[in-house]
């Protein structure tokens, strides 16, 4: 057999299988890269969002505390005027304070304190409360070199349940004293309504925290935080005159949230301005919008599966219909043929491949006599019997006419003898109308000594025709040689 290896041809199953998972899987890169890039933009925006706010935070921030410097240095002047009384009026001085309160709402309290931590000047009422534990206190009291003092958030002695922190300045005499204390006491409520910015962004939050990340005020849900730490000190640390802002995505301390966080320093103090943008609200609408695609791409998918599907029957019907004998329902002589080559061809073919060339016996008297419907009904009873009596591995078409073909793989002259005659004999019993029917068969055999489909069919034709010589209704084996034309013995039913 011939050693020519067989071209490997996809069925329209596997064919329009393969467009449908080549267009599915480039459906889903598209989609995959929209959401990819979709999510990407919107982490951008929200980096860009987070360090807005952390600017306009750091901004106003900003503003607040050069407006308590100025604060200070105008209760600097009550207590040290140009020209000094040798002793103030402390109604007027403190007239002054609270009308220097009324100008800043953000400022709970104005605070005058001795050397000896004793309030002698305020905007409160009733008895002043005892602050020598304060750190807007001490610290200037133990620590001759600081001037300008930010405090913790703490919880008022006076305004119960609110916070605030102090920003304290001291006043020294001449010799380096400790003389006076100027607290401003900043409302951490009414600062945080100063701060309050309203961004379109979902999820997005402000802070102000001291470089150890300890929160002064925060929105939303101040109360809840103040106090607190952040825990990011490192950032914090890294900023620097020259590098005044950050920003970078991690899960927050205070709500372990995945968060976008940006500082920005506020320039001259050691207070930094956070803005964050909650990364899961920041996604919510990419979320929704990935879902929408993830279900187009669903129903996208089972159209193209179902138009696969419904592309691949219509093709495998109209390969049946072009492969299939009109007349007969077997296959058609190109049908045939082309399994033959394929047998011929087929790489793992190791054994020899018979063929039957069978002729309806004196077909056109049968034309002639009782008319072509008649004829082919003869033709489709004979196709039938030939389809119901041949061995499962063997393959039967229309060869043209009133000729057919059995293709028989792994099979010998002798064994496709043995099946020959049995068609033969089932014809001949089983087929009388319009008058007996008879087939001659003839019998090649595609072996070592014959090594091609074409010789084998022409060394089948020869046989065939011996049989019709020899007087029809019986088999001829093709000769063993290669040489078609080379005359065979008979083969008689008694050596069957």
């Known amino acids: 057999m011939s050693s020519r290896q067989k071209q490997y041809s996809p069925s329209p ?41 952390a600017e306009e935070t750091a901004l106003s921030g900003a503003a607040t505390l050069d407006m308590t410097q100025k604060l200070l240095a105008a209760m600097r002047l009550l207590v040290k005027p140009p020209v000094r009384n040798a002793s103030p009026d402390h109604d007027l001085v403190r007239a002054e304070l609270l009308n220097l309160k009324q100008q800043t709402p953000h400022v709970m309290d104005l605070l005058i304190i001795s050397a000896q931590g004793e309030i002698t000047n305020w905007t409160g009422t009733g008895s002043p409360p005892d602050i020598r534990d304060r750190d807007y206190f001490s610290v ?49 409520d009414l600062l945080r309504e100063r701060l309050g910015f309203h961004f379109a962004v979902p999820g997005s939050t ?35 005159p020259t590098t005044p802002s950050a920003s970078f995505q991690v899960a927050a301390s205070l709500d372990d949230q995945q968060r976008i966080i940006a500082f920005h320093q506020l320039p001259g103090y050691s207070i930094t301005a956070v803005g964050t943008i909650s990364v899961p609200d920041l996604l919510a609408a990419w979320t929704q919008r990935l879902q929408i695609v993830i279900f187009l791409w669903v129903v996208l998918s089972l159209c193209i599966i179902l138009a696969a599907k419904r592309s691949a029957a219509l093709s495998r019907e109209q390969v049946l219909q072009a492969n299939t004998d009109g007349l007969t329902g077997i296959r058609n002589r190109r049908a045939i043929m082309t399994c033959a080559s394929d047998l011929e061809n087929d790489p793992s073919g190791n054994g020899p491949l018979s063929l039957l060339m069978i002729d309806i016996d004196h077909f056109k008297r049968i034309n002639d006599h009782f008319g072509h ?21 063997d393959i039967v078409g229309r060869y043209g006419g009133e000729e ?26 089983g087929l009388h109308n319009p008058q007996p ?17 074409d010789s084998a069919l022409i060394q089948a034709d020869a046989a065939l025709y011996r049989a019709k010589e020899a007087g029809r209704n019986c088999i001829r084996i093709a000769s063993q040689t290669t040489d078609p034309t080379q005359p065979a013995a008979p083969l008689t039913r008694s050596a069957l």
């Open 13 to 53: 199953d596997q064919r329009f299988g393969i467009m449908a998972a080549v267009s599915i899987v480039v459906l889903l890169i598209i989609f995959a890269t929209y959401g990819y890039f979709d999510r990407k933009n919107l982490l951008t925006r929200g980096n860009n969002a987070a360090v807005q706010i």
């Open 404 to 429: 057919f073909l059995v293709l028989m793989p792994h099979t010998t002259s002798e064994g496709a003898a043995t099946v020959a005659e049995k068609l033969r004999m089932c014809v001949e019993d």
């Open 206 to 240: 402000q802070l102000l925290v001291d470089d150890s990340g300890l929160i002064y005020t925060r929105e939303p849900e101040y109360e809840r935080y103040v106090g607190k730490h952040i825990l990011h000190p490192q950032k914090l640390a890294g900023l620097s």
């Open 437 to 453: 029917i008879t087939i001659s068969i003839g019998i090649a055999t595609l072996n070592s000594l014959n090594q091609s489909l």
């Open 373 to 393: 419907p008649a004829g082919d009904a003869v033709i489709c009873s004979v196709a039938e019997l030939l389809r119901n009596n041949i061995r499962s591995t």
């Open 140 to 188: 200037h009291r133990d620590a001759h070199n600081v001037e300008l003092h930010i405090g913790k958030p703490l919880l008022s002695k006076v305004h119960l349940g609110s916070w605030f922190f102090a920003i304290s300045q001291a006043l020294r005499d001449e010799q380096g004293n400790l003389s006076e204390v100027l607290v401003i006491i900043v409302d951490v």
